[in-house]
């Protein structure tokens, strides 16, 4: 005798809602990126900006942020004490320091050697000797200075003046000076209003807005006219890249290269 089983009530040509298959969080997950990255396109071509400003953004900003304190070893020349009395002695204002520091962070993403560059305002006397420290408009460069803060350069902190120590902290230094004699107070009315702008996470070189430390150089320097090289979009320019503009340059003298043995 056949046994009849009754069978939940499905019209003909749908699924019980029981059984329907839903994304799963994997699936959504990816449609919600998917369609960020699709917005994000959009808007950057609307606007005018590098593709995927935003995300980019985003993912340079966390890289830089999470291994950007972390450090392989200490640099070659950081304890150098030699090397650094010897420069705080023969620095001159408006002095280019290009440095390698391949032990950083930050630097597993900068290719070529060099991975940094600042630029040196002068000593508290060069200032005093000069005058400029007596200038009004100039007074929160001379009392950054008073204090030992005459380096500046842009970094994952912004555009701001720090000690020496802190860029001597490589393996490796090169230092270009001017041939020529410069109205130096021009160049560092340039240095305040650029002065506490934020880090360039989206490497966009044709925007001021925000800056990274090759960039910050141009708009001090805008006589070395560098043109930025176009990189899947965006215009920015390495390290290296603006040493061979040094040292082709004919207004431009490389005066000291210092680097340091591994076993240092």
């Given at each position: 005798?056949?046994?009849?089983?009754?069978?939940?009530?499905?019209?003909?040509?749908?699924?019980?809602?029981?059984?329907?298959?839903?994304?799963?969080?994997?699936?959504?997950?990816?449609?919600?990126?998917?369609l960020f990255f699709a917005l994000d396109l959009g808007l950057s071509l609307n606007i005018g900006i590098p593709p995927f400003s935003a995300s980019f953004q985003i993912l340079t900003k966390s890289i830089a942020n999470s291994i950007g304190s972390f450090d392989l070893r200490s640099g070659h020349l950081a304890d150098d004490r030699e090397l650094r009395e010897k420069l705080q002695k023969t620095l001159k204002?408006?002095?280019?320091?290009?440095?390698?520091a391949p032990f950083k962070g930050t630097s597993f993403f900068t290719p070529g050697r060099n991975t940094h560059m600042a630029i040196w305002l002068g000593s508290e006397q060069d200032w005093k000797i000069e005058g400029w420290a007596k200038r009004q408009h100039l007074k929160p460069l001379s009392s950054a200075i008073a204090s030992g803060h005459a380096l500046l350069q842009?970094?994952?902190?912004?555009?701001?003046?720090?000690h020496?120590?802190?860029?001597?902290?490589?393996?490796?230094?090169?230092?270009f000076r001017s041939r020529h004699e410069t109205d130096a107070e021009i160049h560092f009315d340039r240095a305040l209003q650029n002065m506490g702008k934020a880090y360039d996470y989206n490497l966009d070189g044709l925007d001021h807005q925000k800056l990274i430390c090759t960039e910050l150089a141009?708009?001090?320097?805008?006589?070395?006219?560098i043109k930025p090289p176009d990189r899947a979009g965006r215009s920015f320019i390495l390290?290296?890249?603006m040493l061979r503009a040094l040292e082709q340059s004919t207004d431009w003298q490389s005066?000291?290269?210092q680097r340091a043995s591994a076993g240092r």
């Open positions: 005798m056949t046994k009849h089983v009754s069978r939940p009530f499905a019209p003909t040509g749908h699924r019980p809602f029981s059984t329907i298959s839903w994304p799963s969080w994997r699936q959504a997950l990816l449609f919600v990126i998917s204002p408006l002095d280019i320091i290009l440095v390698s842009s970094d994952r902190h912004g555009t701001t003046l720090s020496l120590e802190e860029i001597l902290n490589a393996d490796e230094i090169t230092i141009t708009l001090i320097f805008p006589d070395l006219a390290p290296d890249e005066w000291f290269h």
